[in-house]
């Protein structure tokens, strides 16, 4: 069981990855139509795929975690939502999406420019919300796992390059007293 399966009962727990999501969800859900199939990578238990379900055809969550996956599921039934998780890793996606969203996954996946071009083959337009480059203070649990200590614009610019890209912050992280993690979404549109 990892780090994942662990916390996924008590994930929705915590306000401030509610408060995240949220913020990701108000950002993107303007840009979908109701036509739209999209994938979430990295689900987790659904904070923002399943919340953007409403606005879309369908939602297709994967995450290498087994326990979030269910939890997702049992969260579609229940509130009875055009969404389905699968216990998948990024690169083993091939099926083709209109949209792909992802908030706070890429900071645990290691080969960025392989996630790049993963991402080309598979979506048109991509959504990635994670954290501002950080001093490795932001996991309060340890960094197992955990391959970059957020981004900078420019590496971000640099590993994407492919695609045109708009960044901006979106939202920021309060912990304890005086501890503040901005997060960025990123903009992605495959050139045609
Ligand atoms: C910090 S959690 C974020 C979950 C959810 N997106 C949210 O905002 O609540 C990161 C998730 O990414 C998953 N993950 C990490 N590496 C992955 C990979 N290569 N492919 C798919 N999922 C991955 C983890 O299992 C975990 O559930």
Redesign the pocket.
Known sequence: MNR?DKEALS?DDLPR?VE??KAVVREVKDKLKKDDKVLD?????G??GLNLAPFVKEVVG????LK?VERFNEKAKLLNLNAKAFK????EVDEVFDVAV????IH??KDLNALSMKLQNIANKIFIADLCKEDGTFHDHGNEGVEHFGFLKKELFEIFRDFDLEYRVIHTIKKGENREYPVFLLELTKRR
């Open positions: 994942f994930w990855r995240l999501a990578f990295g689900c987790g238990t904070l923002v994967i995450d290498t975690s979030m998948k890793d990024i690169f992802s908030s706070m996954t645990h996946i």
